[in-house]
């Protein structure tokens, strides 16, 4: 099991960016495939991206492509996201999860408000 701790939210105006951390801890961070989902006011979780444990690969949903971009630091144990020319539709809040065995999301955040002006 690992510990995730999201922070970098906040309020940003539409055409604004933002980055996302999350702060991994317990065991070994390089061995989890990584991802960034979200959930907007009244709608379902979705996902957004994804990185394999190597780093050598992500994945992104189109409504994000070309605007955010997932990295790790594996020796800093953390995961990011930058978001790039938000939109207020990116409004939501951001959880980081872990993946242990490369196909359920067994690990979750708590969380992360970001909100975009329009």
């Known amino acids: 099991q690992v510990q995730l701790v999201e922070s970098g939210g906040g309020l940003v105006q539409s055409g604004g960016s933002l980055r996302l951390s999350c702060a991994a801890s317990?065991?070994?961070?390089?061995?989890?495939?990584m991802a960034w989902f979200r959930q907007a006011p009244g709608k379902e979780r979705e996902f957004v991206a994804a990185?394999?444990?190597?780093?050598?690969?992500?994945f992104y949903t189109d409504a994000v492509k070309g605007r955010f971009t997932i990295s790790r630091d594996n020796a800093k144990n953390t995961l990011y996201l930058q978001m790039n020319s938000l939109r207020p539709e990116d409004t939501a809040v951001y959880y980081c999860?872990?993946?242990?065995?490369?196909?359920?999301?067994?690990?979750w955040g708590q969380g992360t408000q970001v909100t975009v002006s329009s």
């Open positions: 317990g065991r070994t961070f390089s061995r989890y495939d």
């Open positions: 990185i394999n444990w190597i780093g050598g690969s992500t």
């Open positions: 999860a872990a993946s242990s065995n490369h196909t359920a999301w067994g690990d």
